[in-house]
Each structure stands twice: as structure tokens, then as C-alpha cells.
């Protein structure tokens, strides 16, 4: 639809800038009628150049913009006009007009994806390019129809997948970069160009939506040589060449692995080089990892579901690469005695003498002593002195992120020892999810120059794609030549939405083009699977949504305007925002009795139970109202149960221990639990009720936590509670994790989760007064 605006001033001049900084490029073209015609669109000009035109009419095309954006564009004009703006600010403005502009013009392109089709479940770890294709995504039914013959004619289609149907009310940007049209009104006035807008009738989009198609992944180059020499008019989106550099890159080194393997069997025989009691006790699945990570030359992100022994298959890697011993082992404090206990329990004396003895100073028949844990700084420096005199006395070292962080930056001795290392396992790589941070920024040197680079998350990705990024680069750059492989902008472009502003900067929180991120991890460093694929003997969770109505007196002051509160923050949910984080504390406050009655009720039941919170207010509360339990079920009742805590003051040695309590002691019924402190490394399966009284910022930690029980080796099913405070923050942190897990899952796992067994806020819903 195009509107024809007539102007009564001629030889005038006409600012145009919008509160976005839309701007628009002014075109003089003669009509038949010898009357100038002034079309006007999109333009990366100067946002503060002033056009000057003697034309009496303008012409508008509908499909280059928005209605909102044309309302705001004029109120903009008449601000920027009025305004002084510095060089800089003009700058600034410019970047984000070519931005925007750049934005606008992709939703007319057809946009080419990488993809796959096949059920994933069926795919081979080693998989080649030759089951990849590429994906056509029309910017309209127009466009569709005008190339689909020719296309499908010349190219093999694959696969035609048609999108699911939008309805009526789709959102204004989504109709109008959907459809076209050629119909005109002539109006006299700006104000009436707002009002035509306005009143513009809603095209019928329920046939709107054109048909995605796939076609070879070896057609690529043709297709797009066939677009530029057919339909040259028509703009695309084409793939980066990162991408393509990637899969091909991997596409060779699984072939040559697969070649190496063939000629030497003998080689890459796992129950040859790994120890006769890890290779006895490893699943299939977990020889496949190992195998996977053998075939990218030991770099590789193990990022199994909580519970499935990524561990173990990062010791097996390692042992097939003893040659490069000895191990770096990086993590959280909180894990170091589990590594240790791992690493004694799967590598005996016998095969380390056989394998590496000749190389390391190895006497006796304990192992612990050729392990060490590095938990001070002069501790660190007291083995950097040991082995500085006997580089072979140590087969492992445990250290945490923090640090080395703390001490590489200012002790080149220490910096040089680290460096040396050819073998390192970073344990919770997620923790390094963030490339600005001071952890990220020690630790990325480290493991883009080490031979093997072993990283470990069940929840890589927390929350959002970019925070892949730093792993994976870690992981790529470690490739001969690849050094500069992948760019944070352009993956920030590819696959976060990325948008620059002259308030924020970069802003990588978004997501698009999951699908083809999913097929770039698996196909190159990542290898994911589910406990509900490769476990089919492992009982299911069930969730329950447990909405509480707290009392008015626990409410009153702290309740939520949810509907005021979420429009103000623009769907953005930053704990470091002072209102979001006073609000969060404020929720904690509120509920803290209520989720201590709640404790109270399911203590009754005799049952073994997880109860997790994150305030230590909380905490507090839960473990007064169990005492007083207790105490009243020993009167009543004779019976004698107990209780265990584990949070940030809990010694990092005795957390095991604690756990180790719970699941022994019968009469130890209830586990007090830190969100932060115990989601990760210990192990409550006995247990098969888990409570949560309060939420976290991102899915995973959540995950964690319910893994602590739903692991290899429980055998009944799993209930989960999530206790929301109606009326408080917990609403919104819940609507804001249903989007983050749906973005995650298709991420890690290629598709979106829908079941509500396996989706955090999908489960059974309830209301209680407690």
C-alpha cells in the first residue's frame, strides 16, 4: 500500500529524524505529469543533514516501514530540530540509524540458514556435512511466488516445511514485512499520513506465511550464483563465512580421524588405553563422548545433562592422552575433593605405572599423593617451587577460576608455570560464560594455547547464546590457523540480535537462528545428550507449580504491581538493576514465613526432602520452623529426626560428608540447601521430593539443583515444587525463565522443550493458603 502525501509548501525545507533515529532519504522523481514526486525510504544519510525539496507530493512505500516508527519519526523531526547536537552524538546517531536501517532491510531479503532436518536422535556423533542443509526463509509470499518455479525447477527440494499459521492479531512489524501491495491514497497534510496509517486495515495473514524450503548443503554456492543472475533485484541474507569455515573445518578433522582410525585400530582402542576399571564401568554413550572427543583432537565441550557422568568421560579423554600429563584441573572450590575422589576411584596404581611411569616419579600404590589441590596462593607458589625442581612429581592439579585469576595477572612466575600445561579440564566452563569478566579474561589465554582443552557444563548456555561465545572460542582457537576463526560481533549479529545503542552500547542479549547454533556446536565441539534418551530406565520428573497466597500482613508492603512493574522494565529482568534487586529481596521477605509453614507440612509426611532457597534470611527461617517440628513430632510422636544444612559457610570438606549423612541416616529427613553452594557436585539421590522456596535469575542453576536427586542410580520418580509468591517478583522471574529455557533448549538441544516433564515452568498448577 503506498500513500501519496500532498505538500502546499513549496521550496521549503524539511527536517526528517525520527525518536529512533529512522531516517528517511528524499528522491525526486518526474511523473508523467511533469509533477515532482518525492519517494522516500530508509537511509544511512546524515541524521541532522537538512533536504530541501520544491515538490508538492511525496510518495511512501507502505512495506519500508512502520506505522509507529512514521508517528515517531515526526515528533523526532521536530525535536532534532530544535535541538544542538555534538559531532559525537551525531556519530552516535548515525550508527544507529545504519543499524536500524540495515534491521528494516532484512526482513525483506531471503535469509539462507544451515540446518538439518533428521531426527537427532539418529545422527551419528561423528557426523559429516553431507546431511546438512541449507534453509530458504522467504520475507513474503510475494517473493515466494515469484521465484519458486524457477528454484525448484533448477534445485533439488529436500524438504518444504510450512511455518506455523499467525493469527489476526500478529503484531503490526510481522504483517507488514509479510505482505505487500500497490494500492495508493492521496492525502493532503503530514497529519493525515498518521491517520491513513492508523486507520490501514490488517491484511488476512492466515495465507500470508511463505513455505520454508531446504536444498543440499553442496548447493549453496549455486543457489546463490542462480539468485544474483535471475533475481538480482531481490536482497539476501547469505551465511557467513565463519560458519562455513567451521563445519568444513571439522567436517576434515572427523574424516581424518575416521581414516587414522581404520588404518590403527590398535590406537584408538579404548580398552587398551583407558583403565581396566573405567572401561569395564563406562556406558555406551559415555565410550561415545570419549570417542567424540578423541576425533576433535581432545578440545571438546562435554555438555551432557546433569547427572550422566561427564566426568568420567572427561577422565577417559584424558587418559587417552596421558602422554600429556600432567592435568590442569580447573573449578570451583566446591568441587575439588569430588575431582579428587573421581580421579582415585577410576585411574589405579597399575595403569598409571604402566602408562606414564616411566615419565613421572611414581612409588608406592596410593595415588592421592600425586594429586594436588591448590587452594592459596602461597600454596600455589609452594608447588610451582616443587616442581620447579621435579616437573613430574604431580599427575594432577586442582585449582579454582578465582584464583588464578587473582594471581596471573601480576606474577609472571606464575603465569609461566600455568603456561606450561598441555592438558586442561575447566570444569563449570559456564563460569567463564562472560568474555569481560576478570575470571574469562585469565583464563582464556590458558586454554586457547593448550594442546587439550577438556570443558565441562550440563548448562553451558544459562541463559542466552552469547554466552557460548567464550567457550567456544576457547575451544576453535586453538586450531592451527583458526586463531581469529570466530569474531564477537559477527557471532553476536548471527545469533544474539545484536543492537547497538548510544545509551547501552552492544547489547548481545538476544537470540535468533537457534537451530543453525545447535548444528555449529554438534557439528564441531559440542556433544550434548538427555538423560531421557540415552537412560530410558531412569524414573521422569514431575513438577508442581505451587501458587501461595501469602497472608496480608506478609504481602501488604511488598506487593508486586506486576502489570506496572513489567512495563516499565521492557520485559528485561537484570538482578543488578537496584529496583529488580530490591524487589527480589523484598519478595524473599514476604514469603519467608509462608515457605517455612510449607516445610513444616511436608516434614509431617516422614519422607526424605531437598528444600533450596537463596537468601540467607531464608534459610534461617526454614531451618527455625524445622527445629520447632522436630521438637513437636518427638513429643507427639517419640520420633527422632534430624536435619543437615549446606550453604556459603559451610566448609568446602565437609559438604561431601553432609551429603553422605543424608543419604545414610534414616532418621535425617530434610537437607536445607543453598541454590548457589549445592546445585553442583553432590549427590542426594535417595531423595525423591525436591522443594523450592524461592527462584534464581537463570534456568540452569534451577536444573542443577533438581539434578541433585534425578541422576544415574534413583530409581523413583522425582517431585519437584516450586513454591511462587502470587503478586510478588516470583511472577515475573517465572514468566521471564519459561522464555530463557525455550531459548536454551533449542540452543543445547536443537528443538524447543513442550513437555512439561521436561520443562522447568511447565507442570501441574496449584493455588494454597498456607
Known amino acids: 500500500m503506498r500513500a501519496i502525501i500532498r505538500t502546499h509548501t513549496s521550496s521549503s525545507s524539511l527536517m526528517l529524524a525520527s525518536s529512533r533515529c529512522l531516517l528517511l532519504e528524499s528522491t525526486i522523481q518526474k511523473t508523467s505529469k511533469n509533477r515532482n514526486v518525492m519517494r522516500m525510504h530508509y537511509t544511512n544519510s546524515d541524521p541532522l543533514k537538512q533536504k530541501t525539496c520544491n515538490s508538492n507530493q511525496m510518495m511512501i ?284 576411584t577410576w585411574i589405579d596404581m597399575d595403569w598409571v605405572k604402566k602408562t606414564v611411569g616411566d615419565t613421572f616419579n611414581i612409588q608406592g600404590e596410593s595415588l592421592e599423593k600425586y594429586i594436588a589441590i591448590v587452594d592459596s596462593t602461597q600454596n600455589l607458589l609452594k608447588l610451582i617451587d616443587e616442581t620447579t625442581v621435579q616437573p613430574k612429581k604431580y599427575l594432577a592439579f586442582i585449582i579454582s577460576y578465582d584464583l588464578i585469576s587473582k594471581n596471573s595477572s601480576f606474577d609472571a612466575k606464575i603465569n609461566e608455570w600455568l603456561s606450561k600445561f598441555s592438558l586442561i579440564i575447566g570444569d563449570e566452563s559456564h563460569m567463564i560464560k562472560n568474555d569481560d569478566s576478570k575470571r574469562a579474561k585469565h583464563i582464556l589465554p590458558l586454554l586457547k594455547t593448550s594442546k587439550r582443552v577438556i570443558l565441562i557444563s550440563g548448562t553451558a548456555s544459562p541463559s542466552r547464546p552469547i554466552e557460548l561465545f567464550t567457550q567456544m572460542k576457547a575451544l576453535l582457537s586453538g586450531q592451527k590457523g583458526k586463531a581469529t576463526l570466530l569474531k564477537k560481533t559477527q557471532f553476536g549479529e548471527r545469533y544474539c540480535d545484536l543492537k547497538s545503542t548510544y545509551f547501552t552500547g552492544a547489547d548481545y542479549r538476544g537470540s535468533k537462528r537457534l537451530s543453525e547454533l545447535h548444528v555449529l556446536l554438534s557439528r564441531s565441539v559440542m556433544i550434548r545428550r538427555l538423560k531421557r534418551d540415552v537412560l530410558s530406565q531412569l524414573p521422569p520428573k514431575r513438577r508442581f507449580l505451587t501458587y501461595l497466597n501469602l497472608p496480608e500482613e506478609d504481602i501488604g508492603p511488598h506487593r508486586l504491581n506486576f502489570e506496572s512493574f513489567k512495563k516499565r522494565k521492557k520485559g528485561i529482568l537484570d538482578p543488578n538493576d537496584s529496583e529488580v534487586l530490591q524487589k527480589y529481596n523484598l519478595t524473599a521477605v514476604a514469603k519467608q514465613r509462608t515457605i517455612g509453614l510449607f516445610s513444616r507440612k511436608y516434614l509431617r509426611k516422614g519422607s526424605k526432602f531437598l528444600i533450596f532457597a537463596h537468601h540467607r534470611a531464608v534459610l534461617d527461617t526454614i531451618e527455625e520452623h524445622i527445629r520447632d517440628e522436630i521438637q513437636l513430632i518427638q513429643a507427639e510422636e517419640g520420633k527422632t529426626y534430624k536435619f543437615v544444612r549446606i550453604d556459603g559457610e559451610t566448609p568446602v570438606d565437609q559438604r561431601h560428608d553432609i551429603s553422605q549423612q543424608f543419604r545414610d541416616d534414616p532418621d535425617v529427613k530434610v537437607a536445607i540447601l543453598s541454590i548457589a553452594v549445592a546445585g553442583v557436585g553432590l549427590n542426594f539421590v535417595p531423595c525423591q521430593t525436591v522443594v523450592f522456596g524461592e527462584l534464581t535469575w537463570n534456568s540452569g542453576s534451577l536444573v542443577q539443583c533438581e539434578d541433585r536427586a534425578h541422576r544415574i542410580g534413583q530409581k523413583s520418580t522425582v517431585d519437584i515444587h516450586y513454591l511462587i509468591a502470587r503478586n510478588t517478583l516470583d511472577e515475573y522471574i517465572w514468566e521471564l525463565l519459561s522464555h530463557k529455557i525455550d531459548v536454551v533448549s533449542e540452543t543445547l538441544n536443537g528443538e524447543k522443550e513442550l513437555s512439561e516433564e521436561h520443562h522447568i515452568t511447565k507442570g501441574s498448577k496449584e493455588i494454597i493458603d498456607i
Open 61 to 344: 512505500n507502505y512495506d519500508m516501514m512502520m506505522r509507529r516508527e512514521f508517528s515517531n519519526m515526526m515528533i523526532g523531526a521536530k525535536t532534532l530540530a530544535s535541538s544542538g547536537w555534538d559531532w559525537k552524538k551525531r556519530a552516535a546517531i548515525q550508527r544507529m540509524a545504519d543499524h536500524k536501517k540495515e534491521e528494516m532491510d532484512k526482513t525483506r531479503r531471503i535469509q539462507f540458514e544451515v540446518d538439518t532436518f533428521r531426527n537427532k536422535k539418529h545422527l551419528e556423533i561423528h557426523s559429516i556435512t553431507d546431511k546438512l542443509s541449507i534453509k530458504l526463509i522467504f520475507p513474503s509470499m510475494h517473493v515466494y511466488d515469484r521465484v519458486k518455479d524457477a528454484l525448484t525447477s533448477t534445485f533439488h527440494v529436500e524438504k518444504m516445511y510450512q511455518p506455523h499459521h499467525h493469527h489476526q492479531n500478529e503484531s503490526e512489524e510481522q504483517i507488514l514485512s509479510m505482505t505487500r501491495s500497490n494500492d495508493e491514497i492521496l492525502i493532503d497534510s503530514e497529519e493525515q499520513v498518521i491517520e491513513a496509517i492508523q486507520d490501514r486495515p490488517k491484511p488476512n495473514t492466515l495465507s500470508q506465511i511463505p513455505p520454508v524450503l531446504y536444498f543440499s548443503y553442496f548447493d549453496y554456492d549455486e543457489i546463490l550464483k542462480f539468485f544474483t543472475e535471475n533475481f538480482d533485484d531481490i536482497p539476501l541474507e547469505p551465511i557467513p563465512n565463519f560458519v562455513f569455515e567451521v563445519l568444513d573445518h571439522y567436517d576434515m578433522m572427523v574424516k581424518a580421524f575416521k581414516a587414522r582410525q581404520k588404518r590403527n585400530k590398535s590406537e584408538y582402542d579404548l580398552s587398551l588405553k583407558l583403565p581396566t576399571k573405567m572401561y569395564s564401568s563406562i556406558l555406551p554413550f559415555q565410550k561415545e563422548g570419549i570417542e567424540f572427543g578423541i576425533s576433535r583432537d581432545g578440545r571438546v565441550l562435554l555438555c551432557d545433562e546433569m547427572g550422566l557422568g561427564k566426568t568420567l568421560q572427561a577422565l577417559g579423554i584424558s587418559c587417552f592422552y596421558s602422554k600429556d600429563w600432567p592435568i590442569l584441573i580447573v573449578g570451583p572450590c566446591s568441587l575439588h575433593n569430588n575431582w579428587k575422589k573421581e580421579l582415585t
